[in-house]
């Protein structure tokens, strides 16, 4: 079974940055894409953006082309998000999630092609 825990949310200011930690208990990262997806208060989860087994893959959703990065160190087991110029909807528990695959096909499927999950990181950003 893996796990999945994700670090580094918190309080920041809007125009602020902050970078999330997903690491994976896992012999290697190498068979599984990588997505984050968060959930607002009182709303769906969605997709945020997703990185290939290799990182031959990336993709985002609209609202954070230009501001979020997403990239993988397999030596570490570990997912990253930095997100830079953040806004105030931007504030959601973020969650990180695996695929048994190598080009984020099942995040194109949305909640339902992911296999595992971890238990989210809060990001609040406020003034």
């Known amino acids: 079974q893996l796990q999945l825990v994700e670090s580094g949310g918190g309080l920041v200011q809007p125009g602020g940055s902050l970078r999330l930690s997903c690491t994976v208990s896992?012999?290697?990262?190498?068979?599984?894409?990588i997505a984050w997806f968060r959930q607002a208060p009182g709303k769906q989860r969605e997709g945020v953006s997703c990185?290939?087994?290799?990182?031959?893959?990336?993709n985002y959703t609209d609202s954070v082309k230009g501001r979020f990065t997403i990239s993988r160190d397999n030596a570490k087991n570990t997912v990253y998000l930095q997100m830079n110029s953040l806004k105030t909807e931007d504030t959601a528990v973020y969650y990180c999630?695996?695929?048994?695959?190598?080009?984020?096909?099942?995040?194109?499927?949305?909640?339902?092609?992911?296999?595992?999950w971890g238990k989210g990181t809060l990001v609040t950003v406020s003034s």
């Open positions: 990185i290939g087994s290799s990182a031959n893959s990336t």
């Open positions: 896992a012999f290697t990262l190498n068979p599984y894409a």
């Open positions: 999630a695996a695929e048994r695959g190598h080009y984020c096909s099942g995040y194109a499927l949305g909640l339902g092609g992911m296999d595992y």
